[in-house]
T-cell receptor, first 113, second 110 residues
Framework: DTAVSQTPKYLVTQMGNDKSIKCEQN?????MYWYKQDSKKFLKIMFS???????INETVPNRFSPKSPDKAHLNLHINSLELGDSAVYFC????????????FGSGTRLTVV | QKEVEQDPGPLSVPEGAIVSLNCTYS??????FMWYRQYSRKGPELLMY????GNKEDGRFTAQVDKSSKYISLFIRDSQPSDSATYLC??????????FGDGTTLTVKP
């Protein structure tokens, strides 16, 4: 059983398109995250939801909109895609407090052409 | 200045060597310290986590935290080719996001 699953794994799309990435976790964690990893492997937090409530919203263009229908799901919608959006997007889950690390999904490799 | 600085690497060692991976940080509010391993084209996986200063051992891996110096390390003994990956340190306060280092890519040569 996959603990944190993301779809799709690969996404190639043209500039200006709108796309969505979906994430689901079956670990019972109360918090889910979106991270962006650039070509140099730097992981940067984008958003975090705790029990469907947005708790972290870093400086991210408003073309990016997260949605959490329930605490097991967190989706990311991106409008008007730009070349600079090309990266690997990771979903992760964990607990907001305490001595917990995250469980990451396998990532969605987005390429904007 | 970044909150978390990680030795950049890359690092290449022969099989069986002892590897030391290091991070420094500036935010004294960080309480929890983690190491993740990321294989190529995979998501990071949690390797170890620690709370407060001291050492924590798990098999060939030892995590060390020195809060007075704001310095953490991961030691890998008897390194194996299967340890070849990017290692990311991460840290967090009691609540909220984890802040990651930039990662160190390790290659262990047979």
């Amino acid at each position: 059983d996959t603990a944190v699953s993301q779809t799709p794994k690969y996404l190639v799309t043209q500039m200006g398109n709108d796309k969505s990435i979906k994430c689901e976790q079956n670990l019972g964690h109360d918090t889910m995250y979106w991270y962006k990893q650039d070509s140099k492997k730097f992981l940067k937090i984008m958003f975090s939801y705790n029990n469907k409530e947005l708790i972290i919203n870093e400086t991210v263009p408003n073309r990016f909109s997260p949605k959490s229908p329930d605490k097991a799901h967190l989706n990311l919608h991106i409008n008007s895609l730009e070349l600079g959006d090309s990266a690997v997007y990771f979903c992760a889950s964990g607990h907001d407090r305490g001595n917990y690390g995250y469980t990451f999904g396998s990532g969605t490799r987005l390429t904007v052409v | 200045q970044k909150e978390v600085e990680q030795d950049p690497g890359p690092l290449s060692v022969p099989e069986g060597a002892i590897v030391s991976l290091n991070c420094t940080y500036s935010n004294s509010a960080f309480q929890y310290f983690m190491w993740y391993r990321q294989y190529s084209r995979k998501g990071p996986e949690l390797l170890m986590y620690t709370y407060s200063s001291g050492n924590k051992e798990d098999g060939r891996f030892t995590a060390q935290v020195d809060k007075s110096s704001k310095y953490i390390s991961l030691f890998i003994r008897d390194s194996q080719p299967s340890d070849s990956a990017t290692y990311l340190c991460a840290m967090r306060r009691d609540a909220g996001k984890s802040t990651f280092g930039d990662g160190t890519t390790l290659t262990v040569k047979p």
